[in-house]
């Protein structure tokens, strides 16, 4: 029992209310319930979360505060002195900075064009919110399907702010990602006779979701980088990419790199750059907890944009409703949409429904916010911060005795190794930071506004408009790791070595800073969070 | 925090800290001081980067732990294994076939299995290590791929092996021959792909991309749901 004095007084009242929710219908809200509640309370349309950006290509784009201050900040390289021409401690045709979904495909795409590939990467190879993802991936490979079905999914998905020749070039290579991953072993759901399985996910009009298991993205990662590892490809670890190195005409020619473990600064020359780093969950906008990894701290965006690439839809921040709360080990922690999908709903300290369980993420989200903060009916935990009940017995009640066993394994597995028993016990939920729904700006090459960097993955922007649909996240990262890879293996190839490396659009930065005194003390990327839990 | 929750000690390679009885092993060792940086990684149980040994004080029993999924305890001795020096076969995919000879050849130490169970007690995902690598002896890659899914790579399992197995790379090369070689392709994903390589579906999705917003709206609207 993990819900004990006061927690323990409260969940009766849950269980006591339980027999008379079973099949009541809680409403739907009207349209314009919908968007007063998205208004007043989900994050992207609170004014304080947010101001305009000071410095820099994009002068006076809005983002969320915490991005803002990241990319406000003078380079961790201001007080050393660094000879950018001496002998490189790595001179490669293709860098790719970030050992995630991305890099891993760019790699293998650059290499199989028959470049000198090398990953740099903040932790290991592989530590990425690709290895986090469970849900599935999506592609129109099924009779009653097209990619031009897909592609109305998504564009209307992301309230049709998507660019089209990004959306057009995630859905016609989806198939083909598929298939390359098929053919690199990797282990999806399929039938008997290899069809492949695939479901729903929210906003899908065919049922295009593959999966492996619920563990999708980890097996992609761990085969992809099997295969970078196979072919030999270097991996430089624990170094994360601190600036771009441009060289005398302004193309980006390399990185400098900071060696975690030994703090030394290298400098990798590189006739082409490709960013592939990932969100910035980690950066804890408006103070929510996230489920993003360790590593999702905005590096790439904060170098890109300071070498002039520009940013798109910086303030289209994605929450999930039902972020684990209690107990504090699984802060954060996703819990699936299938939980409420099987009946489970949120509930108030009273123990009363106070939203319809099946409202959109960025709704019901805002529900549960204006429950907490505005209501003043969120459950207090002793860790300081409110959360609702989302009652996860009433699903046995509903479909019979074992039906959270049977449908909700890992969900189950999850909580019981902190001692709640989802079966008998409610959970405790709040909405999470889950996913950066702009970037870098890129074209279908990955290519950004500078001349040979290139951004992939999570980092890059304009794809998915200002909404993300389920499953196109895992396939965005290696639909764009594979063209980046692609192409700049292609320029490389023309490229001569790069000459008059420097890091004068960083010094032209730091005049920004000073005249707007717009970076106080902070210095950035900040690489690592820091956390204490106190 | 409130008064409610108990401190505990534990001992971080052996140095003693007190922390709120409530944590990860992880959040332990940050609320004691530490910016991870080996060590920790998705922080939910998926990526094995935080292998974790530990034993409790007046106990004999070396125990293990992913540090983002185990809570502290009182007398907690640690330490993390955040690398093990594990070797991994290289191979073209392309090249081999799901056979024992082949397997041999890449993880020949798999034969030399001593049937202690180290790997399989040591498991933090529970899964049978040792069943596994008899299926890969005995040839069976499907039962091996199976059994072995769950598998984070965390590398416990091989910091235990008397025989000097790496497990989790010998399990990853099975599933790949697996879906490579004996689960049978996706025929209508072939398909799929050479109408796209060949520009069939082009006409339809430009139709799209080059409609207005209007239309698409309304095309969203409308479309068909299966």
Redesign the interface.
């Known amino acids: 029992m993990a819900y004990t ?1 006061k927690l323990g007084e409260l969940v009766k009242k849950v269980e006591e209310s339980r027999a008379s929710r079973v099949g009541v219908h809680y409403p739907r809200m009207s349209q314009e319930e919908r968007q007063d509640v998205l208004e007043k309370f989900h994050p992207d349309y609170n004014p304080n979360g947010f101001r305009d950006i000071k410095v820099g290509v994009n002068k006076g784009a809005r983002m969320p505060v915490e991005m803002a201050d990241v990319f406000e900040s003078w380079s961790r390289l201001r007080d050393t002195k660094l000879d950018l021409n001496a002998d490189p401690d790595y001179d490669v045709d293709v860098l790719i900075i970030g050992g995630g979904g991305a890099g891993a495909s760019a790699a293998l795409e650059a290499y199989a064009a028959g470049s000198d590939v090398m990953i740099a990467t903040k ?2 190879f ?2 990425a919110n690709t ?2 993802a469970q849900g599935g991936i999506q592609a ?5 399907d ?4 897909h ?3 998504v ?2 998905g992301g309230r ?1 702010e998507n660019v ?2 990004l ?2 070039a995630l ?2 290579d989806a ?2 990602v ?2 390359w991953l ?7 759901d ?1 039938k ?5 399985v695939t479901i ?1 996910g929210g906003g899908t ?3 295009r979701m593959h999966a492996a ?1 619920d ?1 999708t ?3 992609i990662m ?2 992809l980088r ?2 970078v ?2 072919k ?1 490809v270097t991996i430089v670890e ?1 170094c994360a990419a601190v600036e771009i190195i441009l060289d005398s005409k302004g193309r980006a020619a390399g990185a400098v790199l900071f060696n ?2 030994t703090e030394q600064y290298l400098i990798a020359r590189a006739k082409t750059v490709i960013i592939a780093t990932g969100g910035s969950g980690r950066l804890h906008y408006r103070g929510f907890p996230t ?1 993003n ?3 999702a701290t905005a590096d790439g965006l904060v170098i890109g944009y300071r070498a002039g690439a520009k940013t798109i839809y910086a303030d289209s921040i994605q929450y999930h409703p039902t972020g684990g709360a209690y ?3 699984l802060l954060g ?2 819990v699936t949409e299938k939980t409420r999908g099987l009946g489970a709903t949120p509930l108030n300290i009273k123990g009363e429904q106070f939203v319809y369980h099946l409202e959109t993420r960025d709704v019901e989200s805002s529900a549960i916010l204006r429950e907490c903060d505005e209501r003043g009916l969120g459950v207090p935990l ?3 911060i409110t959360a609702v009940w989302l009652d996860s017995p009433i699903i046995e009640l509903i479909h019979g005795e074992g039906t959270v066993e049977k449908q909700l394994p890992a969900m189950m597995r ?1 909580f019981q ?2 001692g709640v028993d989802i079966r008998k016990e409610p959970m405790l939920i709040y909405p999470t930071l889950h996913y950066q729904n702009g970037g870098l700006l890129i074209d279908e090459n990955g290519l950004t506004a500078v001349e040979n960097l290139y951004v992939a993955g999570e980092a890059a922007g304009g794809i998915h408009g200002t909404n993300r649909l389920m499953g196109n996240s895992l396939l965005d990262i290696i639909v764009f790791g594979r063209r980046a890879g692609r192409h700049a293996a292609a320029v490389s190839k023309e490229a001569s070595t790069p000459e008059g490396l420097n890091l004068d659009h960083v010094e032209a930065y730091h005049r920004e800073l000073e005249e707007t005194g717009a970076a106080d003390g902070r210095v950035g990327p900040v690489l ?1 969070p ?5 | ?2 008064d ?2 108990k401190m505990v000690d534990i001992f971080i390679m052996g140095k003693r800290y007190t922390v ?1 009885e ?3 092993i992880m ?1 332990g060792m ?2 004691a ?1 530490y ?4 060590g ?8 094995g ?1 935080c292998a974790t040994v530990y034993r409790i004080a007046g106990d004999f029993e070396l125990k293990v732990g992913l540090a ?4 502290v305890e009182d007398g907690m001795y640690l330490a993390q294994i955040p690398f093990f020096p594990g070797r ?1 076969a ?4 392309e090249e081999i076939k799901p056979s024992t000879a082949h397997f041999a050849q890449l993880y020949p130490e798999v034969y030399r299995c001593l049937g202690c169970s180290s790997c399989t007690k040591v498991c933090p995902q529970d899964i049978d290590v040792m069943q596994y690598i008899a299926y890969i002896q005995r040839g069976d890659f499907e039962k091996a ?1 199976d059994i072995s ?2 598998c ?2 965390c590398g416990l399992c091989v910091s235990r092996c008397p025989a000097n197995i790496v497990h989790y790379n010998a399990a ?2 099975a ?6 070689y004996i ?8 398909e ?2 050479k109408a ?2 060949a520009g069939e ?1 082009d006409a ?6 080059n409609s207005n ?1 209007a239309k ?2 309304e ?2 609207n409308t ?4």
């Open positions: 004095g932790l290991r592989g530590d290895m986090m129109a490979d099924k009779e009653n097209t990619p031009a079905i592609y109305l999914d564009v209307g049709f089209p020749e959306a057009r859905v016609m198939p083909l598929i298939k098929e053919d690199m072993g990797t282990m999806f399929k008997d006779d290899g069809t492949m729903h009009s065919r049922k298991r563990y993205g980890a097996e761990r085969t099997d295969e590892l196979n030999g624990f975690l473990e489920s990894h360790y590593g107990p504090p080990q922690l996703l002793p860790t300081g999850q190794r902190f690592l820091h956390y204490t839990h106190r | 925090m409130s409610e929750i709120p409530t944590l990860t959040d940050e609320y001081g910016q991870l940086k080996r920790c990684g998705c922080r939910a149980g998926f990526c980067a983002c999924q185990t809570k991994k290289t191979f073209d995919l791929a899914f769950d984070l790579m990853l090369t599933r790949r021959l697996y879906s490579r689960a049978r392709p996706d025929a209508f994903l072939a799929r792909t796209i390589e579906c339809e999705i430009d139709a799209l991309v917003q698409l709206q095309m969203y479309r068909e749901i299966e």
